[in-house]
């Protein structure tokens, strides 16, 4: 089955820094890659995807790119705030209508 | 709109009881997914329904836990002959269904188990 690999597990920034978490999965038929915020006692909250097809996109503060060959994908958020602070999952699907394998997490804090 | 709701929020047994575990969908959403959270790890995929039926039931661990749609929304995860180890959060989320791909997960039950 799909094994995703997310890294690192904790990050530290500064407010206005760009904050970058990096994954990797293992099944080549994987074509649908979403990535979760999860606030502390909530369910997780799609915050942005892409698929297999695309190569990067972008939706203001966050990006996310994927490389297909390397099975790596990242996301990538700029300008970062306190609010930002959070627990952040990547994962990976074969059609994300079907079970989604998440990422271990990244506890993410911005320091003001 | 309302979005997909769980019920307990929390839930307090002994080892060896048998519990439930609700979840209702949003509105109109056909697939409905289980997941068990374990403190400091991703979601683990347990069970997808596509309507009433059970499209993959390849993440339940073993045959203590059972999840049933009777009528296609709300859902109901039963484990029976609880144990310490069943301890997490269990997660539910809903989608369209069909080529939609987007899930939207409610706040999930926490299950401890004495």
């Known amino acids: 089955g799909e094994n995703v690999e997310q890294h690192p597990s904790t990050l530290s920034v500064q407010e206005g820094d760009s904050a970058v978490i990096k994954c990797t999965y293992s099944d080549s038929a994987s074509n649908y890659f979403p990535w979760y915020k999860q606030e502390l006692g909530k369910g997780p909250q799609l915050i942005i995807d892409?698929?297999?097809?695309?190569g990067e996109k972008k939706d203001q503060r966050i990006a996310v790119t994927l490389n297909k060959t390397a099975k790596h994908f990242s996301l990538h958020i700029t300008e970062t705030q306190p609010e930002d602070s959070a627990v952040y999952f990547c994962a990976a699907s074969i059609g994300g209508y079907q079970k989604v394998t998440f990422g271990i997490g990244t506890k993410l804090q911005v320091i003001p | 709109g309302a979005g997909v709701s769980q019920t307990p929020s929390n839930k307090v047994t002994e080892k060896g009881k048998y519990v439930e575990l609700r979840c209702d969908p949003i509105?109109?959403?056909?697939?409905l997914y289980w997941y068990r959270q374990s403190l400091g790890q991703g979601p683990e995929f347990l069970i997808y329904f596509q309507g009433t039926g059970a499209a993959d039931d390849s993440g339940l661990p073993n045959d203590r836990f059972f999840a049933v749609r009777p009528e296609g929304s709300v859902s109901t995860l039963k484990i029976q002959r609880t144990e310490r180890g069943d301890s997490a959060v269990y997660l539910c989320a809903s989608s369209l269904g069909l080529a939609e791909e987007t899930q939207y997960f409610g706040p999930g039950t926490r299950l401890l188990v004495l």
């Open positions: 509105s109109g959403h056909t697939a």
């Open positions: 892409i698929r297999s097809n695309v």
